[in-house]
């Protein structure tokens, strides 16, 4: 399987509370809704918490600041992804998506990527 990496950064004009909130309440059902026709195997959202724990860890590692979620998607494999986004009904998915998308993401600064695992430690 090969799996698409989104790192989210908000709009400005939201709140993390709020982003969170649209991402999980009003595009996840969108994504459920088209995963079929795009081919999409799984979706998750890992949302970031705006804890101490999370400040620490960044201080510690003088790193920046972090992303407001990440969202995994899977496929089968390269070519499905491919095919799925070619098809005129995966197109009109797609541009559905997007165009939500630009309602709560900041576009210009969330980065994606398709990618492969390679699980270390894998405990249930």
């Known amino acids: 399987m090969v799996k698409l990496v989104y790192c ?3 709009l400005p004009n ?3 509370e709020e982003f969170q909130r649209y991402w999980l309440e009003t595009h996840a059902p969108l994504v459920r809704k088209h995963a079929q026709t795009l081919g999409i195997r799984r979706y998750t959202q ?3 918490l705006d804890d101490e724990a999370t400040r620490l860890l960044q201080a510690g590692r003088g790193g920046p600041g972090a992303y407001d979620g990440v969202a995994e998607l899977w496929w089968e494999s390269r070519e499905t992804l491919m095919q799925s986004f070619s098809a005129p009904e995966g197109q009109a998915a797609a541009r559905e998506l997007l165009e939500d998308e630009q309602r709560f993401i900041d576009l210009g600064r969330s980065p994606l ?7 270390i430690v894998n405990e249930a």
């Open 8 to 10: 989210l950064r908000r």
């Open 14 to 16: 939201l709140s993390l």
């Open 46 to 48: 890992v949302h970031t």
């Open 113 to 119: 990527w398709i990618a492969e695992e390679h699980p």
